[in-house]
Structure formats: C-alpha cells, structure tokens
C-alpha cells in the first residue's frame, strides 16, 4: 500500500477534546493537516478561537465548541451534534486531562498520607470519568456505523511509578488505561479500535506549564530518560496519525508510551530518607 493511503484519513470526521493547546492541539493540528474534519473542544475559549482560526487560515476544515469533559451530560451533547452535523465520526480523542500537584519526590504535600479526598475526585472526575465517558458517546456512533478508532492520552505515570506525579494524577492514568483495553475488546465485534498513547515528559502546559518554567521539574524528568531531553507536542504526531489511520488497523488495545525510553529503566528517584 503507498504511503498516502496508508495514513489516509482525508474526509474523516474527528473530535479531539483538550485541543486548545499541547498535545491535544498536536492531535487536531496532524489530523486536519491531512484531511480530517475536526472538531477541536477544550475549556479554553480564547485558546480554540486562536488555534481554529490559524487552522483554518492554513485551509484545515476545523471547527470549534467550550467543553468541560467534568460535564458528561455536555460530552454526550457535544458529540453528538457533531455526529448528526455530518452523519457519522471516525476518530476521537480522549485527550482533555488536568493534573492532580506535585508528587511525593518534589513536595511533602504529595504524599500518601498527604492525599485530599476532594482533590482527589475531581481528577478522576476529568481524567477518568470524562475521558470514559467521550469514549462511551463516541462508541455509540461508531457501534452503528461499524468503524472508527478511538484514541485515549494516558500516560507513562499510569504505567510505571512516577514519584514527581501526584496519587491522583498516576491513578486516573492508569484506571484509564485498563479501560482502554477493557473497550478495546468490547468494541472490537463492530470494528472499533481503541489504542491509548502513554506520553512521558513533553513540553505542555500540563500542571499549569510546570516542565516549561520550573528548571527543577524539567532537570528532574530529563534526569530519567534515556534520551536526555523532553518532547515537543510535534513528536507525537506520527503516533497519532498510525492510531487514527488505516496504518494501525490491525492495533486495538494497545497502551504505547512514548517517552524517550523514560520507562524502560529504574529512574533513580526515590526521596531522601528521614532524618529524624
């Protein structure tokens, strides 16, 4: 199969919830850059205006709407008028996530016995619920059509331990993660696919853009991978394009990290014992 077929997703219809900035904007940007009709949601007005309308000057077919995946009854309406505007959906993804505070190796407030019940909730409210949820709402589409793919944003925290990364943040990522493969087999009589990308450290605005203005946080993620940097939001692009597109249509339930090599060694960062 030529290359252009293989990764063709011209004419699709895709949704891509967080996708104002990051990697959810690296996300719409690949998809719609190669033909995709997307739709790019987020809680973050001025950033989707920003971002469709230079998508759109570049001759992208993108379209905008607020979404606060924490509001399942709003996901439900938002994916669903989107199906009904073009009379099906191709490809989602679950990307939209917040994080939950530093973790136990860079703030005593990270840890076990730190834990706040509340805070605690509303990370999994978004980063588990909501991106269950758009899973959910996106599958009765793609259930009735026979065919889509499904792409969640887990993460490497959710695979292995990840001490600088909150309770909250590394237990959403890894419920979300054995919720893909759970909907990867429920789907796959009808031809759904569903894959999960795990990033490690890239540079985004994820706990309030933490890895792009605090040295310390970047130093100590860097620290941990092989490849002794952190990402740009473009280097996910390829893996995104394989999941969404007819290159991957024999991959469902997988759960691929991307991360510099980050987790296929001991990192080394284990707090300091006491010393009282």
């Given at each position: 199969m030529r290359l252009d077929r293989l990764f063709n997703v011209q004419g699709q219809v895709a949704l891509v919830t967080g996708a104002a900035s990051g990697l959810g904007l690296a996300y719409a940007e690949v998809l719609a850059e190669n033909g995709a009709t997307v739709l790019l949601t987020d809680i973050d007005e001025p950033g989707l205006t920003a971002q469709v309308e230079?998508?759109?000057?570049?001759?992208?077919?993108?379209?905008?709407?607020v979404l606060d995946i924490a509001d399942t009854d709003a996901i439900r309406t938002v994916i669903d008028g989107w199906a009904a505007r073009h009379g099906r959906?191709?490809?989602?993804?679950?990307?939209?996530?917040i994080s939950a505070g530093r973790g136990f190796a860079l703030d005593p407030s990270g840890t076990l016995t730190e834990v706040d019940a509340d805070a605690f909730r509303r990370v999994v409210d978004i980063n588990l619920?909501?991106?269950?949820?758009?899973m959910a709402h996106a599958a009765r589409h793609m259930k009735r059509q026979k065919s889509g793919a499904i792409v969640a944003t887990t993460s490497v925290a959710g695979i292995v331990a990840e001490p600088v990364c909150g309770y909250a943040y590394v237990a959403s990522k890894a419920a979300l993660a054995n919720a893909v493969r759970q909907a990867a087999v429920d789907l796959a009589p009808y031809n759904v696919r569903v894959n999960a990308i795990a990033p490690g450290p890239f540079l985004t605005n994820i706990a309030g853009g933490r890895l792009k203005r605090e040295k310390d946080v970047a130093a100590f993620f860097t620290e941990g991978v092989p490849l002794q940097r952190l990402a740009q939001?473009?280097?996910?692009?390829?893996?995104?394009?394989?999941?969404a597109s007819p290159a991957g249509s024999y991959m469902t339930g997988t759960v691929i990290p991307i991360d510099g090599g980050s987790s296929c060694v001991l990192p080394g960062r284990l707090p300091a014992l006491p010393t009282d």
């Open positions: 230079r998508l759109g000057a570049l001759g992208c077919d993108v379209a905008q709407q959906l191709d490809i989602v993804f679950a990307n939209a996530g619920t909501g991106n269950l949820m758009t939001p473009d280097e996910i692009k390829g893996l995104a394009l394989l999941l």
